[in-house]
């Protein structure tokens, strides 16, 4: 155990040093400084930044949780991803950059009002705050709480493991995130993430290793085998991803996420120009494919291992598969690797909830005359104080009556889709006036809500009741074509007098495309469908 500690804070302070070594000459006093690295982003940087913000132990924990309660089918976040990135590389990411803006909320303000960019700023916020921040923190300490043992160790309950856990976490990720805005968060997710794609594939590895004594090909054939249809990635109605969603829901919610989720986007907010900008997106695609190797086969593998001893959660299939099958030389690089994934999604959200509030609320109406150099220092404030308060909310997750990865995407909905409508239909619609995006948010949550929150008599409801038996992915997509069809009807018979010019380009960034992005396109989405030709009826699950 004193080695693994050692290792662990060793790795951990080197990633932290060499980022601060390489970015300590950059200006962070500055508002894009700060909050967009100075636009100065390459695509390699991009790429790691975007997958180690998106890969953490909601991911880890979440989706091998899956794998482990069910089979193959919750990869339609990772693969379905590929397809997402590419869009957002040709349709979302040229017109972001042209306009140059620094938050998602902007885009709103200017096509719709002032208004309606507050109500989608408040929506993101308390997305961020209630749901996001505390779900990072909460799945991070699964994580790290399992392979150290704190419950052994220290001989305390789970609650109070969680606990522990969860403010070691938050403190750390606050001085993190106050060492020097996204640029040095962008480099030490760089170095993670090597870290993390050799530390990711060394639990399968390992854990087939384990299964097959020694032998990691027998190993494989022998779960395989063993639960043919775990490996099947053509969800069923019961399953957490069933396969129809990838045309419905769960296509909007994966373009929500990496074209319109602050979080993730600012990444690419944040590129020198449109090339770098699309070579990081479409790199990031290219590695999402990979994902099921170690998100999701890794929670089969616990089930073969721990089936005459079934665990009671499933979501701590992963950590305890580490603990079971990872060398003890190596607990402390992992843990390292998987901290610094933690602390990636932790601080990208706690900079991008801070960018949100300074720059669309304290600066603009608190206090509009502030400079750039108090600007930042509110902000940091304000992340620390959003970091308190995420502590307090995320032991309270425990309690969540379904698996961590889906209570997360369920109650993303709220906000996820609602904002996603509002943002791809004003870029292809002129004409649908404010007031129109205002009663969409509110007729989308409000509808969503009793569709997914249980009260009496709901069944006795036909529409209600017929919407709340189906799965929420498909709820969400049924309420964005009533949505959309609303927004045009209101277009059509009372346009809007503003406006919106999406052709005129600031020159903010340069924004020619990268040369090879369309051959690049093209490929992946070849490896998606041969993806799910393998792990299906038509491949290794036959």
């Not at 590389?89 to 096509?111: H, M, N, Q, S, V």
């Not at 606050?174 to 993430?193: K, P």
């Not at 449109?274 to 593998?301: D, M, N, R, S």
């Not at 059509?492 to 600031?506: A, E, G, M, Q, V």
Request: charged letters at 10%.
């Amino acid at each position: 155990m004193l080695l693994t500690i050692v290792s662990f804070v060793g790795f951990t302070a080197l990633v932290l040093g060499i980022s601060y070594f390489l970015t300590r000459k950059n200006d962070t006093s500055s508002q894009e400084g700060y909050f967009l690295a100075g636009r100065g982003l390459t695509g390699w940087v991009i790429a790691a930044s975007l997958l180690l913000t998106n890969l953490s132990t909601e991911q880890m924990v979440g989706l091998n949780g899956q794998g482990y309660m069910f089979n193959m089918s919750g990869m339609g976040y990772e693969v379905g991803a590929s397809l997402a990135l590419i869009i957002v590389a040709f349709f979302f990411l040229p017109r972001y950059l042209k306009k140059g803006y620094a938050t998602i909320p902007d885009f709103i303000g200017e096509r719709y009002d002032a208004t309606t960019k507050q109500i989608v700023n408040f929506l993101f916020l308390a997305g961020y705050v209630l749901i996001l921040l505390p779900t990072v923190l909460y799945s991070g300490a699964i994580g790290m709480g399992g392979i150290f043992d704190i419950m052994g160790t220290f001989n305390v309950d789970y609650m109070t493991a969680i606990v522990v856990v969860v403010v070691a976490i938050g403190i750390l990720g606050v001085i993190y995130s106050l060492a020097g805005g996204l640029r040095i968060m962008a480099i030490a997710d760089t170095l993670n993430g090597i870290g993390l794609i050799i530390g990711g594939l060394m639990v399968p590895i390992f854990a087939l290793l384990y299964v097959g004594q020694g032998d990691m090909i027998g190993g494989l054939k022998t779960v395989i085998d063993a639960h043919p249809d775990k490996f099947n990635a053509i969800g069923k109605a019961g399953d957490p991803v069933p396969f129809l969603t990838m045309f419905t829901g769960m296509f909007l919610v994966n373009l929500f996420y990496w074209g319109c989720n602050q979080t993730i986007i600012q990444r690419a907010l944040a590129a020198k120009n449109l090339k770098e900008g699309q070579k990081g997106l479409l790199l990031a695609a290219t590695f999402k494919l990979f994902g099921p190797l170690y998100l999701i086969i890794p929670g089969i593998v616990a089930f073969h291992i721990f089936q005459d001893n079934p665990l009671q959660i499933g979501d701590m299939a992963y950590p305890m598969l580490v603990n079971k099958v990872l060398p003890w030389y190596l607990m402390g690089f992992f843990a390292a690797v998987l901290f610094g994934a933690i602390l990636s999604s932790f601080n990208a959200a706690l900079n991008s909830t801070s960018a949100l509030f300074m720059l669309n609320i304290y600066k603009p109406y608190m206090k509009p005359d502030a400079s750039d150099k108090q600007v930042v220092i509110a902000g940091k404030v304000v992340a620390v104080i959003l970091a308190i308060f995420s502590m307090c909310v995320a032991p309270l997750i425990a309690k969540a009556p379904s698996g961590l990865f889906n209570y997360l995407q369920m109650v993303n909905g709220f906000y996820n889709v609602p904002i996603f409508t509002l943002i791809i239909f004003g870029m292809l619609n002129k004409t649908a006036p404010a007031w129109s995006a205002k009663v969409t948010l509110v007729f989308f949550i409000v509808a969503y809500g009793l569709t997914q929150i249980p009260f009496a008599g709901k069944e006795a409801i036909p529409v209600l009741g017929w919407l709340s038996s189906i799965h929420f992915l498909h709820v969400m997509a049924i309420l964005f074509v009533i949505a959309i069809s609303f927004m045009y009807l209101a277009g059509k018979f009372s346009p809007t007098s503003n406006k919106y010019d999406d052709t005129k380009d600031l020159h903010v960034v340069d924004t020619t495309p990268w040369n090879k992005a369309v051959v690049m396109s093209v490929a992946i989405v070849l490896c998606v469908f041969a993806v799910y030709v393998i792990f299906s009826k038509f491949g290794i699950a036959a």
